[in-house]
């Protein structure tokens, strides 16, 4: 902190300042905040008012999180609801505190076990007390019907354990239809479908090129030869051949 003097006859006026550690501006003491958070480690603000406000607002304007770190060196503390209401609830953040605000209502709200939102779009949500004995939650905005179990649109004609089933069987047949009609890329492991075409294979994700018959490596193959398919490969010769 730095003290200066500044001459306004009649009166000699003390006004202390600091540099903030972002800006490097020397600003007034009365531009930096307390401790923003009761848990902060530090006794005082080195980061002034301004710089604050930028780094909550980029932090929350990109994804929403629920925690928001102080900003201060080496302080570990986590803003609260209401040091981020303090920062941002003027004029100028007003827009990013609402959407924060109703973020933090909707986290707080799917943490509570009778509550569930409406598997229906219309943006609607409601504490259910019911659901556990009566498995259909009706929205009370759009009317349509929603399962409190599965959190889905009601599964009409099938009972929870039924639907359970029916979906535990159409996992199963995705997980063989995946294994008769798809290989792992050699490199990154992602299921790769071949629909039509020659062997010669590029993962759309990692761009591996391999051949889709024996999975050997096509850089070897494309610089040496065939000789580099594995030795049971169709396409595999011989050196020489």
Not at 114 to 127: I, K, M, N
Not at 203 to 215: D, H, Q, S, T
Not at 218 to 230: K, V
Request: with cysteine.
């Amino acid at each position: 902190m730095t003290i200066k003097y500044l001459k306004s006859p009649p009166t000699l006026i003390l006004r202390k300042i600091r540099a903030c550690q972002v800006c490097y501006e020397e600003k007034l003491i009365s531009m930096y905040r307390e401790p923003l958070h009761q848990r902060c480690t530090h006794r005082e603000c080195n980061i002034c008012n301004d710089c604050v406000y930028n780094y909550v607002r980029q932090t929350l304007g990109t994804m929403l999180e629920e925690q928001v770190n102080c900003p201060e060196l080496n302080c570990r503390a986590v803003l609260n609801f209401d040091s981020i209401k303090q920062i941002l609830g003027n004029t100028r953040g007003k827009k990013l505190f609402e959407r924060y605000d109703r973020f933090f209502t909707e986290r707080a709200l799917e943490r509570m076990p009778d509550f569930v939102w409406c598997a229906h779009g219309c943006g609607s949500g409601q504490l259910a007390a019911s659901g556990v004995q009566n498995n259909i939650i009706s929205c009370i905005k759009c009317k349509m019907k929603t399962c409190f179990v599965h959190k889905t649109k009601w599964h009409e004609g099938l009972t929870c354990a039924q639907y359970d089933n029916q979906t535990a069987k159409t996992i199963r047949d995705s997980e063989k239809w995946l294994v008769q009609n798809t290989k792992k890329c050699p490199s990154c492991k992602s299921p790769i479908e071949k629909a039509a075409g020659c062997d010669h294979m590029t993962c759309r994700k990692c761009n591996y090129e391999f051949c889709w018959a024996c999975l050997a490596d096509f850089d070897r193959i494309r610089n040496h030869g065939n000789q580099y398919h594995h030795s049971r490969c169709k396409h595999y010769a011989s050196p020489g051949e």
